[in-house]
């Protein structure tokens, strides 16, 4: 027991080294592979999952030569905490004690709202972090979502997504931070920090996804190419995940389903080496997307077999195949025999993964401590609490919020509001695992009516469902069994029942004041109106609720409507009717009590959309940063948004001014400073999101009319006021440029600085001076912010 690698004082990369040189091919492919198993958490022992698109294995032929991953040990069904590591246990026993290296495995599991198990905390999904713009909570969400995959013997999580939102109609829009790559970059890289801690001893390997450009696919439809070209490539796709690897250090990347220019990203060189690698200088792992090796060869058909899959995988430079071995474990080796795969290049891999394990502490620690599981932790139940506060954002407001206690009978209405799964996106804990369990009853959470009865009481609360969402699940996704490809299913059962809306009109005219909770209802391909294969074409309020809407709004009652929902719905017909309409994007496990708190002023809401709300399907793709001519010629009327880009309202007022730009013409390798006074002139506390756009109006390839370059939330009491500064590098005014170079040129910059995209506040410019300039790798990436207080 003297080799090397079980000297725990040697460096990683040497204890890495001196494993590989120990080991058989068979042994190095298992470290390239996965399976997907139900672990037993009575008897310890454990069977293959049989999900969609697998081929039956035995688990323990699949294990005899050590393994890389283990998927989803915790988050493939309900299971308890305590039970669910005594049998992981049992599985890295058999990988440690009956193997001839004893490697264990890492765990991998999602983590996109919360660590994907029973028992803890579920956040709001990735566009109320987005809607936040607030770079240390959502640090923090990531701290707390890695002390609680930890404590489970969890190593791996499989977060954050770090696309850029396009099109609306893409199903997967609601596990995404947003449509700007600046605001994703900075959120995502913050997360990323949050889940690796410190060190990888103490934390979980963040998998940042998905790469690249799936978010740009042909109609917003799922897997669909992405028509994207190389400028736009680098100059909006691929900026969060360079952000993430340089700036956050993430160790892990999983690429994307979809091909870019007929290349599928599971099987680019250029993606995956040339850029991840060469260029960006990164050195974890890249995994694959659940079953995309396979798809090389089932779906794209750029890959004749299994074998030929394998070899185009792993020569683009993907490490590991998730979920299970479909492909890497009999199709590498043949693949070497046939040499088309260089053993070099299985080596690399290889050695990337066992360097992974060492940081992570694996081999000291294989075993997780089930006295010591300790899932939620009364603080992490705050920060739940105030990640749902902070992300509300009130879209219109006549100042009918916020509304008074003393409301002697409020009406609440809607299909959301008094369903907790309207609380949770697709990839929470409720919705994508214990919903296919229905003999396990899934954790209740507070929902509006519940928060709403518990403020007011139950006798001054009219509640009245109206009409539902959907009549039920549709089945789940199909694939045929010969060729592999998915079927289409019957799509999600939206209701067609009216028989709620007399009850509906009843009570909100039986009332001072009508709430109406209305919006989406996340599922997993097609089991839902948004989430993962939810895609749609039609951006209406789903189903029956436009026109519960409108008989609402025709009783002449007082409305307020509540959102609930994934993706930015078409409210054009809505919008102007209501007094207001506050909105959470699948607020978690408090977002409840978070919206009564908001609508009764316990709460001021101070979130901003970071996505534009087009007015309809149409209209997409819609996003606040496109490009002079996109409008059309003439403009086209329906172009205009609904709500803009980082739009937020209040229930107090600020106001802007004393802006300074210094200096006045920095060097194309210089820095400016710009910075403004802000003030509460309203009459209560509050946080407003100070955001600054920049906009090149001359330059060697069109840009955008504006571009996110900073943004800082203030909070003020009534009557104080703060300077806010952005220090911005001249490197982020950088773009691609006609040779396909990044580059630094000469001239005006023009600035703006206000409340959103729509509402600059404060107006400048600066002039670069001197040559244009060539920028390298190691260009700034972030601005930096400064707030300092001016009293009154």
Known sequence: MNEPYRNAALAPEKRAADLLARMTIEEKIAQLSSVWLLLDPEGGDFAPFQGMMMTRADPLEQIRHGIGHVTRPYGSRPVEARAGARALNAFQRRLVEGTRLGIP?????????????????????????????????????????????????AHQALAPVADVIRDARWGRVEECMGEDP?????????????????ELRQGVVATLKHFCAYSGSEGGRNFAPAHVGPRELADVFLVPFEMAVKTAGARSLMNAYQEIDGVPCAASRALLTETLRERWGFEGVVVADYFAVKMLHQLHRVAAGPTEAAAAALGAGLDVELPTGECFPKGLAEALERGLVEPAALDAAVLRVL??????GLFEAPYVD?????????????????????SLTLLSNDGTLPLSDRLERVALIGPNADDPMALFGNYSFQNHVASHFPAHPIARAPTLLDALRARLGGERVIYAEGCRILDGPSDPLRVNPASGAPEPGPGPRLSGDRSGFAAAVAAARGAELAILAVGDRAGHFRSGTVGEGSDAADLRLPGLQGELVDAVLATGTPTVIVLLCGRPLDLSRIAPRP???????FPGQAGGAALVDAVF?????????????????????????????????????????????GHGLSYTRFEYDELAIEPSAPST??????????????????????????????????????????????????????????????????????????????????????????????????????PPRRVGEGRALLSEARVEPLGG
């Not at 360097?355 to 992570?360: S, V």
């Not at 006074?677 to 009459?683: H, L």
């Not at 955008?704 to 005014?733: I, Y």
Request: proline share 7%; hydrophobic share 45%.
């Open 601 to 645: 002023d316990d709460a001021n809401p101070a979130g901003r959309t970071p996505v534009t709300w087009s007015r309809g399907a149409g209209a997409q793709p819609r996003f606040y940063n496109h490009k002079a001519l996109a409008r059309g010629i003439p403009p086209l009327p329906d172009f205009e948004p609904v709500f803009a880009f």
């Open 105 to 153: 495995a890492i765990a991998h599991e999602e983590a996109l709202t919360g660590f994907m198990t029973e028992g803890a905390t579920q956040f709001p999904s990735p566009l109320g972090y987005g809607s936040t713009f607030d770079a240390a909570l959502i640090r923090a969400v990531g701290d707390a979502i890695r002390r609680q995959m930890r404590t489970a013997g």
């Open 182 to 198: 600046y605001l994703v970059g900075a959120l995502v890289s913050a997360y990323v920090a949050g889940l690796q801690g410190p």
């Open 579 to 585: 007094p207001a309409i506050l909105l959470a994007w």
């Open 355 to 360: 360097r992974m394990k060492f940081e992570l």
């Open 669 to 770: 390798s210089g820095t400016v400073t710009v910075s403004c006074r802000v003030r509460n002139v309203g009459a209560r506390a509050g946080d407003e999101v100070v955001q600054l756009y920049l906009h090149d109006p001359l330059a060697s390839v069109a840009r955008p009319v504006q571009e996110l370059r900073g943004f800082c939330r203030v909070g003020l009491a009534p009557g104080r006021a703060a300077r806010v500064a952005f220090s911005v590098a001249a490197d982020l005014t950088a773009f691609t440029g006609p040779e396909l170079r990044r580059v630094v040129e000469p001239g005006r910059i023009e600035v703006m600085i206000g409340a959103s995209s729509a509402d600059p506040r404060l107006r400048g410019a600066f002039e670069l001076s001197g």
């Open 370 to 390: 089930t006295d010591a599981i300790e899932l939620e932790r009364p603080e992490e139940r705050a920060l739940a609490r105030a990640v749902a506060e902070r």
